[in-house]
């Protein structure tokens, strides 16, 4: 039985982007909690914004997906 934990902010702000990119997406397909996953793609949108450029377009299909 796996337990999917939200991310911290220090997770969010500190985890490289290869790494985030799988728990997030791991996280959406095994709860469908599509509102935190949004709030992850948007801290993630201020992370970018911040100067890491590595999160320009940050997981795209993930975020079609969530609001298709």
Known sequence: MNVIQ???FRQL???KAKTLE????NF???TQNSSVTIKYILALKVRCQLG??????FLKDL???VFM
């Not at 890491?52 to 377009?57: P, T």
């Open 13 to 15: 702000f500190n985890l």
């Open 22 to 25: 799988q728990r997030i997406t």
């Open 52 to 57: 890491a450029a590595e999160f320009d377009h």
């Open 28 to 30: 959406y397909h095994e």
């Open 6 to 8: 939200t991310l911290s």
């Open 63 to 65: 975020v079609r997906e």
